[in-house]
């Protein structure tokens, strides 16, 4: 029996991902750097939507609105309620991260306008070329896409939650759409996975005309 569990075990890390694998023989250095990487792309990110503002002459208030869901009242306690624009300006300097549906409302709200230039929903990718006439998935629906990764990789939430710095219960929660994943959890995912991971599948969803 307990050449039976061996081998279980075996054959189970066998199927595991060398990305993974080598995720786990990194040191806590190595691990560290990681991560630090994928910080300093928040800090990119806030200075692309600070030249985009800029550009197109928008105080931070009328930036802040433009993250906000325009049918939500402000005693709505969603995700998505009004922001202010000294939070605009924290997007902008890299000290708040942007939630993607935050950034899906924001894509959205600006289609909607004609007086200003739009931004490439690449960006989120920094530098991936998306395809044309994509929008971000709704929580759910990445949850979903994120199920299919995990299972075609073979691996186990905890593999998944400790590459992301967080506790296993959280990825049920990923998955079901009830917590929302960070975009920077994107991006370690893609730090680890490299090619083997598409962000634009995962994020995006081509728009049927």
């Given at each position: 029996m307990k050449e039976t569990r061996t081998k279980g075990r075996y054959d189970t890390w066998r199927r595991v991902p060398e990305a993974v694998k080598a995720f786990y023989r990194m040191d806590e250095n190595e691990q560290a750097g990681l991560k630090e990487r994928t910080k300093i792309r928040?800090?990119?990110?806030?200075q692309r939507l600070d030249k985009w503002r800029k550009e197109n002459g928008l105080s931070?208030?009328?930036?802040?609105?433009l993250f906000t869901d325009p049918?939500?009242?402000d005693h709505d306690k969603s995700r998505c309620q009004s922001l202010s624009g000294r939070a605009a300006r924290d997007y902008v300097d890299g000290y708040l991260t942007i939630s993607l549906?935050?950034?899906?409302?924001?894509?959205?709200?600006v289609n909607q306008l004609e007086e200003v230039r739009k931004p490439d929903i690449s960006w989120l990718l920094l530098g991936v070329q998306s395809e044309t006439d994509c929008r971000l998935?709704?929580?759910e629906e990445i949850g979903r896409e994120l199920n299919k990764f995990l299972k075609s990789m073979h691996c186990k939430k905890e593999c998944i939650a400790e590459i992301l710095g967080v506790g296993s219960r959280m990825i049920p929660?990923?998955?079901?759409?009830?917590?929302?994943?960070?975009?920077?959890?994107?991006w370690m995912l893609r730090e680890v996975f490299q090619e083997e991971i598409s962000l634009n599948q995962l994020l995006l969803e081509k728009i049927e005309h």
């Open positions: 928040i800090k990119e990110m806030g931070y208030d009328e930036l802040a609105d049918s939500k009242e549906e935050r950034w899906r409302l924001f894509f959205q709200n998935r709704r929580p929660r990923y998955i079901k759409g009830t917590t929302e994943i960070k975009l920077l959890q994107f």
